[in-house]
């Protein structure tokens, strides 16, 4: 993976919204920032002195479909409409413009299996049951560890949920 390719892929992103008329801002940095450490989110817009930077993460960069970069990266760029700093009605508007002119699947959020890429992410949870002790490590939500008074151990104990460990946010699908 190269910077190259992915501001490649900004400037098609960038030209892809201004064809089919997308106010996109003329203040995007034309290079993309790579972000090692995050896991919450997989794209980033910042403003600054009014320019905006764009920020990919760089698993995704690494390990992405040239398609999954360049659908979070006209995510981001749709950000830089005027109006669409967040995901209102304007911005809305315009990835549903995006997704029918080029059959992107543009949303609020993206998660790991819809990008194609490993979600290598450290066990977030455990799920204990307090009859047994029985301790059942997972990595992500699931309706098992949503709701666990849903559920019973094996042994017909009541399960609860414990956090591993809090220096990791939490990431989650909406
Ligand atoms: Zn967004
Ligand atoms: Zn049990």
């Known amino acids: ?14 030209a892809q919204a201004r064809a089919v008329k997308i106010p996109v801002s003329q203040e995007i940095i034309p ?17 600054r002195d009014g320019k905006y ?3 990919l993460s760089a698993q995704l960069a690494e390990q992405g479909s040239e398609d999954a970069i360049l659908q979070v990266l006209v995510h981001e760029v749709l950000h830089t409409c005027c109006g669409c700093s967040n995901h209102g009605a304007r911005w809305k508007g315009y990835a549903q ?3 029918d002119a080029y059959g992107y699947h543009i949303r609020r959020t993206d998660n790991y299996s819809e990008l194609g890429i490993e979600d290598n992410r450290p066990v977030r949870y455990y799920v204990v049951c307090g009859k047994c002790g029985r301790s059942i490590p997972r990595m992500k939500r699931s309706p098992l560890v949503d709701h ?3 559920y019973r151990c094996a042994c017909g104990g009541v399960l609860r949920v414990e956090e591993a460990g ?3 946010p939490y990431i989650g699908k909406k």
């Open 53 to 55: 930077i764009i920020e």
């Open 148 to 150: 666990p008074e849903r």
């Open 97 to 99: 413009r995006m997704n």
């Open 166 to 168: 809090k220096e990791q």
């Open 31 to 47: 290079s993309v920032r790579l972000n090692r450490r995050a896991r919450t989110r997989f794209g980033c817009c910042i403003r």
């Open 1 to 14: 993976m190269n910077q190259e390719y992915i501001d490649g892929l900004l400037a098609l992103a960038t």
